[in-house]
C-alpha cells in the first residue's frame, strides 16, 4: 500500500494562532451552505450541504474539537443537518450570537481562548472579535474578511468549513493521525 501523507499546509503564524483551540463555532448560512435560501411553493427551506464539510465537522470531533453550531435561521433542514451529523450543541433562531456564544462556553466551562469561529457577514462579527482564531469563507461580507485571521480558498457551501476544520486539526497536531487512520481497514487487520 502506498503511504499517504498530507499535502495541505499553512502558514506556521496560523497554526499557532489556532493552537489551543477545544470548540469552533459554525454558522450556517453562508458557511455551511452557500448563502442561497430556497422556498418551496408550501414555504419550506431547502438547503444544500457538502459531504466535505460533514465529514470536517466529524473530523474535529475525532481530534478533540468539538463543532459547534450557532445560526440566525431555525430550519428543519438545518436541524436535520445537525443531527445527521451527530453534533452535541447547536442554537437555533439565535439573534445574539454573542450571548449565545458567552452560553456556550460557560456551559461547556471553557473561555474565548479555545474558541474558533467561522462566519461569513455582520452577525458574526461579535463572536470573530472575540474568539482566539477566527475564519471567513471566500466570499463572506468584506467586513467579516476584515476580521478573520484566515480566509478560506474555497466558499461556503463549497468546502469553506472543510478547510477551517482542516486548519483546526493541524493546529492541534491531530490531522497526520486521523489521515493516516482513515488509510486502516478491517481488510488488512488493522482497525481504526
Do not use: N
Not at 431547502?46 to 453550531?69: C, R, W, Y
Not at 450557532?70 to 430550519?75: A, E, F, I, N
Not at 489521515?179 to 481488510?187: E, G, K, S, W
Request: hydrophobic share 45%; proline share 5%.
Amino acid at each position: 500500500m502506498r503511504e499517504i501523507r498530507p499535502t495541505l499546509s499553512f502558514p506556521p503564524e496560523l497554526l499557532l494562532k489556532a493552537q489551543g483551540v477545544r470548540v469552533a463555532v459554525f454558522d450556517v448560512d453562508g458557511v455551511l451552505t452557500d448563502g442561497r435560501i430556497y422556498i418551496g411553493e408550501h414555504g419550506e427551506a431547502v438547503k444544500a450541504f457538502s459531504t466535505l464539510d460533514g465529514h470536517g465537522l466529524k473530523l474535529l470531533k475525532l481530534g478533540g474539537i468539538e463543532p459547534v453550531v450557532v445560526t440566525g435561521r431555525d430550519s428543519p433542514a438545518v436541524r436535520k443537518r445537525v443531527a445527521d451529523l451527530g453534533l452535541a450543541h447547536a442554537r437555533y433562531g439565535v439573534h445574539d450570537k454573542l450571548a449565545a456564544g458567552e452560553a456556550l462556553l460557560r456551559e461547556l466551562g471553557l473561555g474565548w481562548r479555545e474558541l474558533a469561529v467561522i462566519g461569513d457577514d455582520w452577525p458574526d462579527l461579535p463572536l470573530m472579535a472575540r474568539a482566539a482564531f477566527s475564519c471567513a469563507p471566500h466570499g463572506a461580507h468584506p467586513e467579516a474578511c476584515a476580521a478573520a485571521d484566515h480566509v478560506t480558498r474555497a466558499p461556503g457551501g463549497y468546502g469553506a468549513a472543510r478547510e477551517f476544520c482542516d486548519l483546526l486539526l493541524m493546529a492541534q497536531g491531530r490531522y497526520a493521525e486521523l489521515l493516516a487512520t482513515q488509510m486502516r481497514t478491517l481488510d488488512d487487520g488493522r482497525q481504526g
